[in-house]
């Protein structure tokens, strides 16, 4: 009887070889950093931030970062030097300035309307200002004031020998930087436009604004409304008037319903 072969053959024969059970080993080519290298990291981390600190410290006492000066543009009755104290810079390190607030502080100058301030390293300030233009000139017993066309009181540095003179026959004190009822500088200028010849005024709380005729009579004109039709009416009864040779005390036109005169 023929024996009958077993099927299994070796795996080794047949080139198959069962996996290995032991562990492979890694090699890290990456160096892995020491103790030496991270205080090195940490000493320069330390001197980055004291470089930064004493440049820091440098910087805020240099004398060259302080302001000791201005640049002022714009002015020209209003001085540097003026312009300058107002500011309240003297000294200032120039990372401390505020210019929105030095601008509100120039612009408490009576002369002064509006400012802008720039600033730029080391420490230039730049102050550009728009002044206040005169328009008239006020008299208030023996002193005589600069006023601007919104009624603000300026010292009286412009030349206003051709200007039109008020006089506040209250003889109320004013100061520099007050304002006065801008209405009655917008009558006085709107009458000066229909009497160029005219070339001073009066101003009274009681009457407002009047003026005299070259016949020596008083006419109360009062406040801006309706300038145009009280002079219409002050000339035709002026007219008339001279044609009876009556002499008025004054003449009253404030009120174009029913002018009169005494």
């Keep these: 009887m023929a024996?009958?072969?077993n099927g299994r053959r070796s795996q080794r024969r047949l080139g198959v070889e069962y996996p290995s059970s032991a562990r492979r080993v890694r090699f890290a080519l990456a160096p892995v950093p020491g103790r030496w290298q991270a205080a090195v990291s940490r000493?320069?981390?330390?001197?980055v931030l004291a470089f930064a600190a004493w440049l820091i410290y440098a910087i805020f006492n240099s004398s060259n970062f302080y302001v000791y000066g201005i640049e002022v543009h714009g002015n020209s009755t209003v001085t540097t030097e003026e312009v300058y104290s107002t500011s309240e810079l003297e000294g200032l390190s120039v990372f401390w300035v505020d210019p929105p607030a030095v601008a509100r502080?120039?612009?408490?100058?009576p002369n002064v309307r509006l400012a802008q301030v720039k600033v730029r390293l080391p420490?230039?300030?730049?102050?550009?200002?728009k002044e206040r233009r005169p328009v008239i000139s006020w008299q208030t017993g023996d002193a005589q004031w600069s006023v601007d066309a919104e009624g603000v009181v300026l010292p009286p540095r412009a030349d206003l020998s051709n200007a039109l003179t008020i006089i506040d026959t209250d003889a109320k004190p004013v100061s520099p930087g007050e304002t006065l009822d801008p209405s009655i500088i917008q009558t006085a200028q709107s009458l000066r436009r229909l009497l160029p010849e005219l070339p001073v005024m009066n101003y009274s709380r009681t009457t407002g604004i009047s003026f005299t005729t070259g016949e020596g009579w008083p006419v109360y004109l009062?406040?801006?409304h309706h300038m145009d039709a009280k002079l219409t009416i002050l000339v035709n009864l002026r007219k008339d008037l001279m044609a009876r040779g009556v002499t008025p005390e004054f003449i009253d036109v404030r009120f174009i319903e029913r002018p009169f005169y005494k």
Excluded: S
Aim: zero cysteines; aromatic letters at 0%; hydrophobic letters at 50%.
């Design 3 to 5: 024996r009958r072969r």
């Design 43 to 47: 000493l320069v981390a330390v001197l």
């Design 105 to 109: 502080r120039v612009e408490t100058l």
């Design 123 to 129: 420490a230039r300030v730049v102050v550009t200002v």
């Design 222 to 224: 009062g406040d801006g």
